[in-house]
């Protein structure tokens, strides 16, 4: 069994823009900066002959580059518990294309998805306790990321090793998009 899933990696200039939102907050377990992604579907454990399958119905996927820009900070599940701190994305109703292929495809191996419909954002802290005075802040805060933008050229199937140090992602595959003429 491997614990896999889809998303698009992030320019090192990305990466460091998001982690300078790091700051103070009680129990908050920040997203090592290199391991920053956009998650595109999570798949959980799958055995090896679905990983084959779906190594293949990935590569079906037919969907051109585009460019994303950041935008605003935002929590789940809601402010009042929030569980996790994250960074959004303008609407992109490409990104959305290409989040639905990767769904059909990992649908069509049989592999289970969640109901609820995909959710642009990049994960940047996990929160093990309520800590309202500084997640306010930190999601009031006046956002200055609204003109950072990044290319998408393609999208990678990971896998995720859970380790004492915390998850490893290492690259299985990684699928261009279609370039524009
Ligand atoms: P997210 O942080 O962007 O929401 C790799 O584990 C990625 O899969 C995580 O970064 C997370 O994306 C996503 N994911 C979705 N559901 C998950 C789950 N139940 N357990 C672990 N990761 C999950």
């Not at 960074?87 to 990104?95: A, E, I, R, S, T």
């Not at 290409?98 to 940047?124: D, K």
């Amino acid at each position: 069994m491997s614990r896999l899933f889809v998303a698009i990696e992030l320019p090192d200039r990305v990466k460091q823009e998001l982690a300078q939102l790091k700051s103070p907050i009680p129990g908050a377990r920040w997203v090592p900066q290199e391991q920053l992604h956009l998650t595109l579907a999570f798949l959980g454990d799958v055995d090896g002959t679905a990983a084959e399958q779906l190594i293949r119905a990935l590569s079906e996927v037919r969907v051109p580059g585009f460019t994303l820009r950041l935008s605003e900070t935002g929590c789940f599940p809601n402010r009042s518990k929030p569980r996790v701190l994250w960074v959004g994305l303008k609407n992109n109703p490409q990104l959305n294309r290409l989040a639905e292929q990767i769904r059909s495809a990992v649908l069509a191996c049989s592999i289970l998805q969640e109901e609820r419909p995909f959710s642009a954002h990049i994960t940047i802290a996990r929160l093990k306790q309520p800590a309202g005075r500084e997640v306010a802040r930190f999601l009031d805060q006046p956002f200055k990321h609204d003109l950072s933008t990044f290319a998408v050229r393609e999208f990678i199937l990971y896998c995720s090793q859970l380790t004492s140090d915390g998850a490893l992602h290492i690259p299985l595959k990684k699928y261009p998009l279609l370039t524009c003429s």
